[in-house]
């Protein structure tokens, strides 16, 4: 009760001050005219006797300020006092002021950028209007969200729970404007979209539920804003313009506001179009059809009142109603809700594990810098414990003097946050600016908001809270007269805390260095790994044959046609296509398979979901997918021959029972066709590299058309050259048709991105944990010699040898290395079970990783006592000790 | 008035206190009341007692308002708080036992062999 009344009082003074002034003068000016009134009483002239009250009272000033001390006015004045004496101070050792700033500006940025990009992907809401009420609908099992576009209309029409259901799709389109024809992202998304979000156009119009009149009824665009600057430069003209997509008229009716992204996370659509047209763009997009799952995301506003839970519990009743109606068409999934902006779980997951890992580490390095402060903060405060105890001796309250203490460690975090968050938001805008993929607008949504910026300060001020309270015991030990008399320096600070300060510092560098190491070398692996075919000299060649108009028979004569131009190109040793190529863009087609003698072909009774590509005849050589027996398919695999399919051994495993039998052997698809094995090929990794081992067939393109055509061209040539042959021969062949060339390398940048992220984020963390670590072991080690300087001058003039004296000096420190580093190893290994999620075949029982840490930190070690050590043997003791 | 006695260090809030638990005062009617009390036998220098008055409400003994003199003045009264109540209490006893102790020492004869 009296701390909180004289926190209160203090406050209040700091705030009333100019008023407490006026009351305290008026105050003592009445005491005046009551003594004076007293005189006068007595018979002194009214006049006479002001004069005498006045000069009885004394002289102001002084009084003054003793009453503003006594009435706890002195906090600002004392307060400035306390910075003028710590601006001093720092000026004064400018060596220890710029590495303590620096050491804390680069462990406060890093926790700045953490925070910034936990708080961009996980907690910041999607910016649209009462995000926090929006979700997507997720299947349960695989966290999913794809529904067919008969499934969303019962959904959306049969939910009592939101107020409006929308979905859309991602697709990819050449948009032609006139001018150079070029790739673009665009959502196809139900004309209720903009609406159900609660979005007003920027310029122009937005298209609403009533423009879907059926089938192509639709042929609007709304262009988001970053792609009406960049494309259009802001012209308010270019509404109304007709454009074409994929050779299509398209009006462009509006502009969607500045801060309007769409929906998902990451992905930045240049445009929006109707679903009802989606499928002038991909002819695969066909509204009707209960089982092609094609919308990527399903997402309303709940009504007011209902819960998450509430409204899963609607949708899976409506669930089960549809797998009753539609047995043959209708798989039961269990729904749940999340939110849309990471796809649900699917990302934000893995997404939510690592940023939280992340954050973990970064406040372990924020913790390791404050101990490494702290300790230069004793070890100065033992240094200055003459001045201290003279100050004492003086009559300094030794509340003052830690509060002067306190002052320089807030100044001096104050500084370090302000350079680290300075840094960071510099880093914000290059990330922002940073396109990794050249085929996939990628945005990541940095920004130095107020929860960053709130998050920044309070780490500034509870670290220097933290390592400014290193030496308060140290100075509430201090005896002035023991200190003053004996005239020595002081021997506080040796104490076991000091010790297991920077025991544990080394200890949380140690497992950054142990972390950073497992990365790089699960990055290293993935790099080298097996991924079941061979994207060393291959090129992928990206067409989109819908996108050029070609339909039905069109398309494989097409993709022969192109395939066989390709080959002709000197140099290329082998040519294929694929419809989707593994571990480049990630989504390829899934299909339910069944064993030969199922006769009941619902989804419930399918052996396996399996990963399929749609391959032409040559794809295992381009690939350098290998063939373990059978064979592989040819041009007269064709729509009238029989079905045959190349499957991988997973496959054999899982739906045939063994892979040594395969060949020759016949599984069932959904739609009732035998299916011929007449292949085994090698596992593979197909979406992700951490995947589990998936189930995978290879089918003939000619078989299962598809107008999506990734040519693979295997060649040793130089990839530049190559592909302007390419090009060359693709404008001979069709001058309209977009392509997109890279190499295969280039393209696995997307599914390789997160363990890169990873693996850099780790490695700069990494790379600050052993920085401090040496900062810290160096400054324990300097501070140890120059204390003991006398000491070992002594020794070296009683003819002690080189590696005595260097025990002596440094043994502690080395002690010290050691026993951290072996704790921090130990710590580092247990933490990279959950680098494990992330980091492709992050494993902690690796003798390299051991090694290389232990390695690492002996380096780090024998760097950090090297100019201390050279200090300790060039003692002269005869200079030493004539000085003192 | 020069047989007054010399504030030993402390007694000052001591007879502030002491003063004020009579009944409200301002600060010059305090002084007049430590003269009256202590029959003039104690000098306290009229802007000496500010910081002691101060110091005693920022502690929470005393409590502060302003109000009216009997002729007329606008002036600042004094009134002991409950702490402050408690305060004088323990004080009292302290300064008794300490005085006593002190003239029990100085009163002492020594001892006659």
């Known amino acids: 009760m009296r701390l909180l009344d004289s926190i209160r009082f203090r406050i209040a003074v700091l705030f009333q001050r100019s008023q407490m002034n006026a009351e305290m003068e008026e105050e003592l000016r009445s005491h005046i005219q009551l003594r004076a009134d007293d005189l006068e009483r007595s018979g002194v002239p009214r006049a006479e006797a002001e004069r005498r009250a006045r000069m009885e009272f004394g002289p102001g000033l002084r009084l003054r300020e003793e009453c503003q001390d006594a009435a706890g006015g002195t906090f600002v004045e004392s307060l400035s006092q306390d910075l003028r004496f710590t601006l001093r101070m720092l000026r004064k050792s400018p060596g220890f002021t710029c590495v303590a700033v620096i050491t804390l500006a680069l462990a406060i940025g890093a926790n700045a950028v953490v925070f910034a990009a936990l708080n961009a992907v996980v907690l910041r809401p999607l910016d649209v209007p009462r995000a926090e009420s929006l979700y997507s609908i997720h299947r349960v099992n695989d966290n999913g969200a794809s529904l067919s576009y008969p499934n969303y209309i019962d959904f959306r029409d049969r939910n009592r729970s939101f107020e409006d259901l929308a979905a859309y799709d991602i697709l990819t389109a050449g948009l032609d404007t006139g001018r150079n024809p070029s790739r673009v992202w665009l959502l196809a998304v139900t004309g209720n979209y903009f609406d159900a979000l609660g979005i007003q156009p920027h310029i122009g119009r937005f298209f609403h539920s009533s423009d879907e009149r059926g089938q192509n009824s639709a042929p609007y665009i709304v262009l988001s804003h970053a792609f009406w600057r960049s494309r259009f430069q802001e012209d308010p003209g270019v509404v109304g313009r007709v454009v074409q997509v994929n050779k299509h008229p398209f009006t462009i009716i509006g502009v969607a506001p500045p801060g309007f992204r769409g929906t998902i996370l990451f992905l930045n659509p240049d445009f929006f179009l109707p679903l009802v047209n989606a499928a002038q763009i991909d002819s695969s997009k066909v509204l009707t059809g209960r089982s092609k799952r094609f919308l990527f995301m399903t997402m309303g506003h709940l009504k007011h009142g209902v819960s998450p839970e509430q409204a899963a519990a609607d949708l899976n009743s409506i669930s089960a109603h549809l797998e009753k109606t539609y047995p043959g068409d209708f798989q039961h999934i269990t729904m749940t809700l999340a939110r849309p902006s990471l796809y649900g779980d699917f990302l934000g997951r893995p997404a939510k594990a690592f940023l939280t890992a992340l954050m973990l580490l970064s406040g372990l390095i924020l913790l390791a810098a404050c101990a490494n402060l702290g300790n230069l903060f004793a070890a100065r405060a033992a240094d200055r414990s003459r001045e201290v105890a003279l100050r004492l001796a003086l009559g300094a309250g030794r509340i003052r003097i830690l509060r002067q203490l306190f002052t320089e460690a807030i100044l001096i975090s104050i500084a370090g946050g302000a350079l680290g968050f300075w840094g960071s938001a510099m880093l914000f805008g290059w990330v922002r600016a940073w396109q990794p993929f050249p085929q996939f607008p990628i945005f990541l949504p940095l920004h130095a908001d107020a929860n960053v910026v709130g998050v920044a300060l309070f780490l500034t001020l509870a670290s220097g809270l933290l390592f400014g309270a290193v030496p308060v015991a140290q100075v509430l030990r201090t005896d002035p007269y023991e200190i003053v008399k004996s005239g020595s320096r002081s021997t506080l600070g040796r104490g076991v805390a000091r010790d297991f300060l920077v025991v544990a510092q080394i200890a949380i560098c140690a497992v950054l260095v142990t972390s950073s190491l497992v990365a790089v070398r699960g990055l290293l692996r993935s790099m080298y790994g097996d991924f079941g075919f061979e994207p060393k000299n291959a090129l992928l060649v990206g067409t989109v044959l819908d996108m050029a108009g070609y339909r039905g028979d069109a398309v494989p004569a097409m993709q022969k046609r192109m395939i066989e131009a390709m080959e002709t190109i000197p140099g290329v040793s082998a040519v294929g296509a694929v419809d989707w190529p593994a571990l480049a863009n990630g989504d390829f087609s899934a299909s339910l398979v069944f064993t030969d003698d199922t006769t009941d072909l619902r989804p419930r009774n399918a052996v396996a979901t399996v990963a399929t590509l749609k391959i032409a005849p040559d794809y295992f050589s381009a690939a350098g997918t290998a063939l373990l027996a059978g064979r592989g398919f040819t041009w007269h695999d064709s729509k009238e021959a029989p079905r045959v399919a190349v499957i991988t051994q997973e496959f054999a495993r899982r739906v045939l029972g063994s892979a040594t039998s395969a060949v020759g052997r016949h599984f069932k698809t959904r739609e009732g066709e035998r299916i011929e094995v007449v292949g085994l090929a090698e596992d593979g990794k197909f979406q992700n590299l951490t995947e589990d081992l998936r189930p995978a067939m290879f089918v003939p393109l000619l078989q299962w058309p598809s107008g999506e055509t990734w040519l693979v061209v295997r060649s040793k040539r130089d990839p530049q050259q190559l592909s302007a042959a390419i090009k060359d021969k693709l404008r001979g062949l069709d001058s309209g048709l977009p392509s997109f060339i890279q190499t295969y390398d280039e393209a696995m940048n997307l599914p390789l991105f997160p363990s890169r992220v990873a693996t850099v984020s780790l490695g700069v963390l990494g790379m600050m944990g052993a920085m401090l670590s040496m900062t810290g072991i160096f400054g324990l080690a300097a501070y140890s010699v120059s204390r003991r300087l006398r000491e070992l001058g002594i020794r070296i003039a009683l003819g002690a040898q080189q590696r005595e004296v260097l025990r002596a000096a440094l043994g502690r420190a080395v002690k010290l290395l050691a026993w951290g580093s072996a704790a921090g190893l130990l710590l580092g290994l247990l933490a990279t079970r959950v680098l494990a999620f992330i980091v492709y075949q992050a494993t902690p029982r690796d003798p390299l990783v051991l090694a290389g840490v232990v390695l690492a930190m002996s380096l780090l070690g024998l760097i950090a006592t090297w100019i201390p050590a050279q200090r300790a043997l060039s003692i002269d003791p005869l200079i030493l000790l004539r000085d003192e | ?113």
């Open chain 2, 1 to 113: 008035m020069g047989d007054q006695a010399q504030l030993l260090p402390g007694t000052l809030d001591l007879l502030i206190l002491r003063a004020v638990s009579l009944g409200p005062l301002h600060g010059y009617g305090i002084l007049l009341r430590i003269g009256q009390i202590s029959g003039n036998a104690l000098l306290i220098e009229q802007g000496a007692l500010y910081p002691g008055l101060f110091r005693l409400v920022r502690q929470g003994l005393l409590k502060a308002t302003w109000g009216t003199s009997e002729n007329n003045r606008r002036a600042k009264f004094y009134e002991l708080t409950a702490a402050g109540r408690k305060r004088l209490r323990e004080e009292t006893d302290n300064w008794n036992r300490l005085a006593t102790a002190i003239g029990l020492a100085l009163g002492a004869q020594p001892e006659e062999s």
